[in-house]
């Protein structure tokens, strides 16, 4: 699909969504518009994987950029991946809450295409911590460094989602 053709069909789904009514102002949401910052792409995303993993892939895969590497896969086969991936399972909507501990860093790329970077913390509970390496019966503070572009529209997409080892001191008893 072209940049043009994204552009034509984001435009016309969100059109047509919002003469026919035919889904809830929630569900907006969950469709890329350049009026989101990264922080609420991002947010969009894990609301959607706490509400419940096939709805979070779903989510997940509208707000991916084509340079992401998972972007042409199937909802389900993006949630198996998750799962079978060991740390990436956290993803799934296993962790309790989630915060950004610094601001979004914002830059232009040699292309001229703007990128930003953003650290999530996702506080995973102990049982889900432990496939994670944490101490048994610890919870942790799972770090992810969460990089998106903007496409043609001016929409934030994510290019990639990478889980980093945990800082020291960030596990809790």
Known sequence: VSDQENKGLYEGLRDRMAVTG????????????????????????????????????????????????HAQMTPQGYEKMLREGGQTAVLLGNFRSFAFPTPTFEQTSEEGKAIAVQEVLLFVPGFLAAHMGASRG????????????????????????????????????
Request: proline letters at 8%; charged letters at 25%.
């Open 22 to 69: 035919d889904v809830t102002e929630g569900a907006m949401n969950t469709l890329p518009s350049p009026k989101l910052t990264p922080q609420q792409v991002i947010s969009t995303v894990l609301r959607a994987m706490k509400v419940s993993p096939k709805r979070g892939s779903r989510v997940t895969l509208r707000f991916m950029s084509e340079a992401c590497k």
């Open 138 to 173: 610890w919870d942790i503070n799972a770090r992810l460094r969460w990089q998106l572009s903007k496409d043609p529209t001016g929409c934030w997409l994510t290019d990639e989602i990478e889980i980093l080892p945990p800082r020291e001191g960030t596990e809790h008893a």
